[in-house]
């Protein structure tokens, strides 16, 4: 069983989404929760929502991934836009209650120059300050590439954040081009860095796994995604990924340059790998 998914608009509905990932194979998908310019999000049509998980359980959906907009900052060194970001942040987890069977995922932000200790605490604070009693979605802080000022470039900095969080259902989605161009050597050392991330998260806390092929280097702190198979990693080290024993339940997320048609191919090749 795989399961894999690429990312959607749900600008027509969660039904229309959920049809859509089964035209391409696909059992899971991630959605943007509101537009990245901000602003308010769509009203919940709760009609659409249960349609959509009627169809989405009939056909074994994997937990589909809610994505917060990327210019959600809740360590930025401006008071005002970490506020935006802290509103921006409560909603969406309002917001998710709604929707069965959801992940939330978000950078963990870029401190903007004020240094990775301020930025990690502003981080805890926020999400600390979110979380309702009634809050019982996985919240995953996404693994980055290290760009600028970014936090979250090591599992290290990720398990700080984690370990200030008052919240059980605190957890990881990895993503390979971010992992693989932040230095963790998924081609030669697949086996080593699945150590790692036991050791400093816990393969219990790794909810999600953005599947992307990299256009950098191993250790660059670029984030360009490439096509499956067709950047510096490889078909075979992604095959080594989505069969591990380790990490085979997870829902894979495509987030590569493709239209929904491509993402399809892409899931095609991967089954055809795979056998299935
Ligand atoms: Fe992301
Ligand atoms: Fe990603
Ligand atoms: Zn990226």
Redesign the pocket.
């Known amino acids: 069983m795989l399961n894999i998914g690429c990312h959607l608009s749900i600008s027509k509905g969660f039904y229309k989404a959920a049809q859509e990932a089964l035209s391409i194979d696909a059992n899971t998908f991630q959605f943007f929760t509101r537009n990245p310019r901000g602003g308010k999000a769509k009203a919940l049509d709760l009609e659409d929502i249960k349609k959509a998980k009627e169809v989405m359980k009939l056909n074994n959906f994997a937990p589909i991934l809610a994505?917060a907009p990327y210019t959600m900052n809740l360590c930025s060194a401006k008071p005002d836009i970490r506020e935006f970001a802290k509103n921006m942040l409560k909603d969406d987890l309002e917001r998710l209650a709604q929707i069965p069977n959801s992940l939330y995922?978000f950078?963990p932000g870029s401190h903007t120059g004020q240094g990775i200790e301020k930025a990690t605490q502003q981080i805890i604070d926020a999400l600390n300050e979110s979380i309702e009693k009634d809050t019982n979605t996985w919240i995953l802080l996404?693994s980055m590439s290290g760009k600028g000022t970014e936090v979250g470039r090591s599992l290290e900095e990720l398990r700080q954040i984690i370990d200030g969080v008052n919240y059980e259902k605190i957890g990881v989605c990895l993503?390979s081009c971010h992992l693989y161009s932040s230095g963790y050597d998924l081609v030669k050392d697949l086996d080593g860095v699945i150590e790692k991330i036991d050791d400093m998260i816990g393969l219990e806390r790794v909810k999600a796994f953005?599947l992307n092929d990299t256009k950098h280097g191993l250790g660059s702190n670029k984030d360009r995604h490439e096509l499956i198979g067709e950047g510096l990693i490889g078909l075979q080290p992604i095959i080594n990924i989505i069969t591990d024993p380790k990490l085979a339940h997870l829902p894979f997320i495509l987030e590569t340059p493709n239209d929904v048609k491509g993402h399809g191919e892409e899931i095609k090749l991967l089954k055809q790998a795979l056998g299935i």
Do not use: A, C, L, T
């Open positions: 994505h995922n950078h996404e993503d953005h």
